[in-house]
């Protein structure tokens, strides 16, 4: 430049276009950091792709019935892929229609096994599975959980409002149908007292609610989808004694002439229940009312006394 071969802009543009190269390259070794975390996330994701499908579905699916009742499990078998053991041992259940039902049993027991079967998630491998006579197998299983609804321990909510959440199960729903959900499932009251009512926000997994109330806000989309049986499964996990037994008491007056299948390791407020059945180890092992199974010495009457044992030492924690 200085002997007038290279004017002075030609110069400039050599330095930048070398500063201009290397970032090009400036990703790169963020890029080779990432690359083994991606890695590893894809073949998660290709895990999941390439895992046979949990139920088989009809190739041809049947004509859904317009009502499931009865809803008839007989001779019920299922075991999980890579399981040993059966988690239901030859079960039978009848669901008439306003009937409810509660599947009580320890942990591993195959109550929500049993859920999983009827929501068809997991595939029986012996016995009949029936909706108004019809084989639920040869219904599709999007069919089959429009007749037969969950509400679930996890149930999600989305990061958004508490309208929003509720329309997920009816989209069409009009506010009163929405306020009268919310009043079957006693939170009517505290939606009025939020900031912005119905159009309050509830966080990422209903971060910004309290568990109870999250399962309360469960139970009124479950409610609102107006399913013909309703399968509350373990609704009050993880929440502490008073608020679970609260809580079971409010599940059982809000489906009171609804079709329910109430799976609990809670005892609290059963009487309300026409019929108790007591698993252990994927077989029934007693069934009745349960003021009956609760007079006379049994499994039943044994998760009594161990409840009532265990309430004291929790309450001090």
């Given at each position: 430049?200085a002997d007038?071969r290279l004017?002075?802009?030609l110069?400039?543009?050599?330095?930048?276009?070398?500063l201009?190269?290397?970032?090009?390259?400036?990703g790169l070794?963020?890029?080779?950091?990432?690359r083994?975390?991606?890695?590893?996330?894809?073949?998660r994701v290709?895990?999941?792709?390439?895992?046979?499908?949990p139920?088989?579905?009809p190739?041809?699916?049947?004509?859904?019935p317009?009502?499931p009742?009865?809803?008839?499990?007989?001779?019920?078998r299922?075991r999980?892929?890579g399981?040993d053991r059966?988690?239901?041992?030859?079960l039978?259940?009848?669901?008439?229609?306003?009937r409810?039902v509660?599947?009580?049993?320890p942990?591993g027991s195959g109550?929500?096994?049993l859920?999983?079967?009827?929501?068809r998630?997991?595939?029986?491998e012996?016995g009949?599975?029936t909706?108004a006579g019809?084989?639920?197998?040869?219904l599709?299983?999007?069919?089959v959980r429009?007749?037969?609804?969950?509400c679930?321990?996890?149930?999600?909510?989305?990061?958004?409002?508490?309208r929003?959440?509720l329309?997920?199960a009816?989209?069409e729903?009009?506010?009163?149908?929405?306020?009268?959900a919310?009043?079957r499932a006693r939170?009517?009251e505290?939606?009025?007292?939020l900031?912005?009512?119905?159009d309050?926000?509830?966080?990422?997994?209903g971060?910004r609610?309290?568990?109870g109330?999250r399962?309360?806000l469960?139970?009124a989309r479950?409610?609102?989808a107006?399913f013909?049986?309703?399968?509350l499964?373990?609704p009050?996990?993880?929440l502490?004694?008073p608020?679970?037994d609260?809580?079971t008491a409010?599940?059982l007056?809000?489906?009171e002439?609804?079709t329910?299948l109430?799976?609990?390791?809670?005892l609290a407020?059963l009487?309300?229940?026409?019929e108790?059945?007591?698993?252990d180890e994927g077989r029934?092992?007693?069934?009745?009312a349960?003021?009956?199974?609760?007079a006379?010495?049994?499994?039943?009457?044994e998760?009594i006394?161990?409840e009532?044992?265990?309430e004291p030492?929790a309450?001090?924690?």
């Open positions: 430049m007038g004017d002075g802009l110069t400039a543009v050599v330095i930048l276009t070398a201009a190269a290397f970032e090009a390259v400036l070794p963020l890029a080779v950091q990432y083994q975390r991606v890695r590893r996330s894809a073949e290709y895990e999941v792709l390439d895992a046979p499908d139920v088989q579905e190739e041809q699916p049947r004509p859904a317009a009502s009742f009865p809803v008839a499990v007989r001779g019920l299922a999980h892929p399981q059966e988690a239901l041992a030859g039978d259940l009848t669901l008439e229609e306003g409810r509660a599947v009580v049993g942990s109550k929500t096994t859920a999983q079967v009827l929501l998630f997991l595939d029986a012996a009949s599975y909706l019809v084989d639920a197998y040869a599709a299983g999007d069919d429009g007749l037969v609804g969950l679930a321990q996890d149930a999600h909510l989305f990061d958004s409002s508490v929003e959440n329309l997920l009816r989209r729903a009009t506010e009163e149908e929405l306020r009268g919310l009043g939170l009517l505290w939606a009025d007292g900031p912005d009512g119905l309050t926000l509830v966080g990422e997994h971060a609610l309290s568990g109330q399962q309360r469960a139970l479950a409610l609102l107006g013909p049986v309703l399968v499964d373990e009050a996990e993880h502490d004694l608020t679970a609260a809580l409010d599940l007056a809000a489906t002439g609804r329910t109430l799976i609990t390791h809670r407020g009487e309300a229940v026409d108790v059945i007591v698993l029934v092992v007693q069934r009745g349960f003021a009956e199974l609760a006379v010495a049994g499994p039943l009457r998760m006394e161990r009532a044992a265990s030492a309450m001090t924690r």
